[in-house]
């Protein structure tokens, strides 16, 4: 199973970001999918997941700002990313859980990806 993730960079506050992560060597339809970031000396937090049925689930520091979205035909999932704040610098993974859900536990996803750096200067 690989996740690639993309689409990071530096961006000015208030500016947006829509990163992407393809999927290949799994169902994709059937899990669900997750971001989560880490930002330098913080612990990993969530940040969005959509389920099979595209049902989701935001973190409140991102509700109303960033969109989580799939597309099954291409194996990929994205977060559009608006109104960025410095604080929302870190490092984004995305995440596959095998039971299909929109958990915010980072402990029930199987497959990470490797990362993208977002970095919101003030």
């Known amino acids: 199973v690989q996740l690639q993730a993309s689409g990071g960079g530096l961006v000015q506050a208030g500016g947006s970001l829509r990163l992407s992560c393809a999927a290949a060597?799994?169902?994709?339809?059937?899990?669900?999918m997750g971001w989560f970031r880490q930002a330098p000396g913080k612990e990993r937090e969530f940040v969005a997941a959509i389920n099979t049925i595209s049902n989701t689930n935001y973190a409140d520091s991102v509700k109303g700002r960033f969109t989580i979205s799939r597309t099954n035909v291409k194996n990929t999932v994205y977060l559009q990313m608006n109104s960025l704040k410095p604080e929302d610098t870190a490092i984004y993974y995305c995440a596959a859980d095998y039971d299909g859900s929109r958990s915010s536990n980072y402990a029930e996803y199987d497959y990470w990806g490797q990362g993208t750096k977002v970095t919101v200067s003030s």
């Open positions: 060597g799994l169902t994709f339809s059937r899990y669900g």
